[in-house]
Structures are given as C-alpha cells and as structure tokens.
C-alpha cells in the first residue's frame, strides 16, 4: 500500500470541530434569511455582499451586540473542547 494510505488507516477518525462564529457570522446568520426575502438575488455571494456592507453600516453599539454574543459562544467552545486549536482540523 502507498505510504499515505497506511497513515490514514493508524489514525483514528477525530470529529470535525467547527470554529466558533464570529461576530460578523453570527449577524450574516440572523439577518440572512430578511435579505433573501427582501431581494430577488439567490446567489450566495451577492447577499453576502448585502450583509457585509449592512454589517459596516451598523453604529458600534449595534454590532455590539453580535460581539457579545461571539464572545460568549468563544467561551462555550472553550469548556466545550478545552485545549482545541482550528489547527486540529487541517
């Protein structure tokens, strides 16, 4: 068997963590679904363009909010998988 195969069966199988949201994310991931409603667009690119420069629109103490929110999910991940890195995942 070639090299990278034999290693791939010694490993075993850990499951995928995703990163935590960020705020930015956590904001595209409530205001997607308004925007979609609101437009015609359908490709994903083109509303994440919207809500980029609505997220930019936003005074700080508005975006505020998503940043607390980002900060405590940080936090949940954290004493959810202590000592995990985005590294595991590549």
């Known amino acids: ?3 990278h195969e034999q290693r791939k069966e010694q490993e075993p199988k850990r499951p995928h963590i995703k990163k935590p949201l960020n705020a930015f994310m956590l904001y595209m991931k ?10 015609t667009l359908k490709e994903s690119a083109a509303i994440n363009q919207i809500l980029g420069r609505r997220w930019h629109a936003l005074s700080r103490e508005e975006q ?26 590549y």
């Open 30 to 39: 409530e205001m997607r679904a308004n925007v979609v409603a609101e437009c």
């Open 1 to 3: 068997k070639p090299q």
């Open 64 to 89: 505020a909010k998503y940043y607390e929110l980002a900060r405590k999910e940080r936090q949940l991940h954290m004493q959810l998988y202590p000592g995990w890195s985005a590294r595991d995942n």
